[in-house]
């Protein structure tokens, strides 16, 4: 089973991401409320795949993708982003980030794109 | 809806009772069939397609029979046809008063007269707000105060993604500009970039309007409001951003959202500020714009 760390400020994001991942038979390994905090438990973790968001507290997704491919170059990062954000899903995916799924999240979607970040 | 607003203002005036006005809500409600469910029981669209257009719907910030055009599952003709068929929400609100013995439609246009006079509206606001379009409705509101064109955008977008997540009939006050605002609780974010401004939901005493939210993306009920309401609020508003920040991005406003905050105690904001009051099952949301 393929294991996930979240990182999101969002309490509610989390909550409804981890619903859509647990079902679709994935393993929520960790969850992060900012991009310091998800980079100290993806390295405690090492989970197969990381969900990030953008725009948080104390270190944003952008910054927190790419610390983790610092010290990870292999890490699978898949951002999190409401719509809007454009110009820095772009830095993300030239940061290295696998892919990135939009906010309101689409069921049979996000979990296609999960499936085939893991791959 | 008509109803919500025409009765809010028949119950003010005790013409109608708050037990009636709901009935009668609930009455107009029941009878107006969603638009994706008249395209599949008419045979006009599969369930499939349905659900897909649904979903568009919550991300694109565009009507169900647009999108159901644009992907080529209905034509304009056939969107025409299921809207009729939808109903008139006017003539569903007036024919339940009628049915409820309570008013003829005599006394509803001379209530509906004293309605607009109240309020200022002309006879074209009144259509408007007959039409039972959200969009339309709102813009008789935004029409009113004297705002930039760009907060009234970010107010009428707003509006419609309530519509789509929480409340298909919510119901918008008009705008106030204050320089000093106080609220119970209130979840935000900022914008920054080409035009910064920060936007609020708040409320006061149950916060139910806030709860209403949170049920709405978390599908748990909440009897008070704590942090994860607030975080709901706030995850709310980032998605609601996010759609706004696309359409200003392609008329060449560059704005960016910041974190989200969330005010659980009393807080005072001082500053120029538009409040718009949204009523979302009856309860008070209020929409600050800090610009």
Redesign the interface.
């Known amino acids: 089973m393929a294991k996930i760390l979240m990182v999101d ?5 989390r ?2 991401l981890k619903d859509i991942l647990v079902d679709a038979g994935f393993e929520i390994v960790g969850e992060a409320g900012n991009g310091e905090e998800g980079y100290q438990m993806y390295s405690e973790l090492k989970p197969d795949l990381v969900t990030m968001d953008i ?3 104390v270190l944003d997704g952008i910054s927190a993708l790419k610390k983790i491919k610092e010290s990870y170059p292999d890490a699978r990062v898949v951002m999190v ?8 899903l772009i830095e993300a995916i030239q940061s290295g980030a696998v892919d990135f799924i ?3 999240f ?1 069921s049979e979607k996000l979990v296609d794109i999960i499936r085939k970040a893991i791959v | 809806m008509f109803g919500i607003y025409f009765g809010e203002f028949l119950k003010s005036k005790g013409i109608i009772s708050d037990v009636q006005y709901k009935d009668i809500i609930d009455k107009c409600q029941n009878s107006r069939v969603k638009l994706g469910l008249l395209a599949t029981e008419s045979g006009l669209m599969s369930a499939e397609q349905a659900e897909e257009v649904n979903t568009l719907q919550k991300q694109l910030d565009k009507r169900f029979g647009d999108i159901a055009v644009e992907k080529g599952y209905l034509t304009d003709g056939q969107v025409s046809f299921l809207l009729k068929q939808q109903g008139d929400g006017y003539l569903l609100f007036v024919q339940s008063l009628d049915e409820a013995g309570i008013m003829k439609m005599d006394d509803v246009q001379r209530e509906l007269n004293s309605y607009a006079a109240e309020n200022g509206f002309t006879e074209d606001d009144i259509e408007e707000i007959k039409s039972s379009d959200v969009d339309r409705e709102v813009k008789v509101f935004l029409n009113k105060a004297d705002i930039e064109d760009f907060y009234k955008e970010y107010i009428a977008l707003t509006a419609r993604f309530i519509v789509r997540f929480v409340d298909p009939n919510v119901r918008i006050g008009f705008v106030k500009k204050v320089n000093s605002y106080e609220a119970d609780f209130m979840s935000k974010q900022g914008f920054e970039g080409d035009k910064p401004f920060t936007v609020s939901f708040a409320a006061n005493g149950d916060g139910k309007a806030l709860r209403l939210v949170a049920e709405s993306l978390l599908k748990e009920p909440f009897d008070t409001v704590d942090l994860d309401v607030l975080d709901a609020n706030c995850e709310f508003i980032n998605m609601n951003n996010g759609l706004f920040a696309t359409d200003q991005h392609e008329s060449g406003i560059s704005i960016d959202m910041l974190p989200p905050e969330m005010k659980e105690t009393k807080e005072k904001i001082e500053g120029n500020m538009l409040v718009v009051p949204m009523y979302i099952k009856g309860n008070l949301l209020e929409l600050v714009i800090e610009i």
């Not at chain 1, 400020?9 to 994001?13: A, E, G, L, P, Y």
């Not at chain 1, 982003?81 to 820095?88: E, F, I, L, N």
């Open positions: 400020d969002s309490r509610t994001s909550k409804i725009t948080m507290p982003t409401a719509a809007g954000q454009k110009s820095k939009s906010k309101p689409d």
